[in-house]
C-alpha cells in the first residue's frame, strides 16, 4: 500500500533524518517540517516546508493536501515547561485541529516511553496502565495521546501512538537492552500504523524483541507488529560498561536518567 503524501515532522530530528530515507516506500510524495534547518534540500518525492509547530496557522497550511501524518516533531527531552508548552501541547493541539479542517484521517503519533517512566523496571505494563509520566516532556506525550483520544471519538482521526523505548542505531546502556527499538522495526510498526484498518486509538508499545521486556502489546496485537531485531547481540559491550549503583534512576525506573531531570530554577 501506498498513499500519495505523508508529512514527517520533525524531520530534521534524530528519527526524523531516519525516516526521510525509511518511510519513503510509503507515499508517493513525503512533506518533510522542522523548525530547525534540513540538509539535504528537497530531492525527488520530497516536499521541504520549515514550520515552528507553536505556529497555528503556519500548521495549518503545512496540514493541507497530506493523506496522513508521521508526528514527530517537538522538543525530544526534558526541558523547562514553558518550552515543551510551545513545541508539544500546542503543536500537537495545531497537529489535530489541521487535521480536523483539511480532513486528514490517520495520524502517527511519536508518543515515549516517559509517559509511564516512573515505574519500576521490575513492573509489567500494558497499554491499559495508568500513565506515570517522568517530567515535562512525558506529560506532553500524555497529553498527546489524550488528544488523539478525543480526535478520534469526537471526529473519527485515527492514531496510533507508538511509546517509543530508545530509538538509537544500538542500545548504548543496561536499560535500552530493555527499551531498544531498532530503525527497521520502528519502520515496520509506522507501516503497521499507517495501512491497519480501524485502529481508532492505538497505543503500542515501540520496542524490538529484547530478552527482557516491560512491555506487553497484546492490547495492540491488531496492528500485526513483529518486530524482527533484539538487542541482545549488544549486551556483552553494554554490560562491560561500569555498571551504575543499585539506587541510580536509570537502573530503577523505565524512564532512566529522565526520572532525575530538572528542576529547572
Ligand atoms: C525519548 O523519549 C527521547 O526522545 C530519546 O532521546 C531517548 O532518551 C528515549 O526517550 C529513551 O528513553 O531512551
Redesign the pocket.
Known sequence: PRLARILLTGAAG?LGKVLRETVRPFAEVLRLSDIASMAPAAGPHEEVIPCNLADKAAVDALVQGVDAILHFGGV??ERPFEEILEANIRGVFHIYEAARRHGVKRVVFAS???VI?FYGQDQQLDAASLRRPDGY?GLS?SYGEDMASFYFDRYGIETVSIR?????PEPQNR??LS?WLSYDDLTQLIGKALFTANVGHTVVYGMSANRDIWWDNRLACHLGYAAKDSSEPFRAKVEAQPAPAADDPAVLYQ??A?CAAGPFD
Open positions: 534524530g525530544s527531552v515515549s516511553n516517559h517512566g516532556y506525550k517509543i523505548g530508545s530509538s538509537f536499560r535500552m527499551t524512564g532512566g529522565f
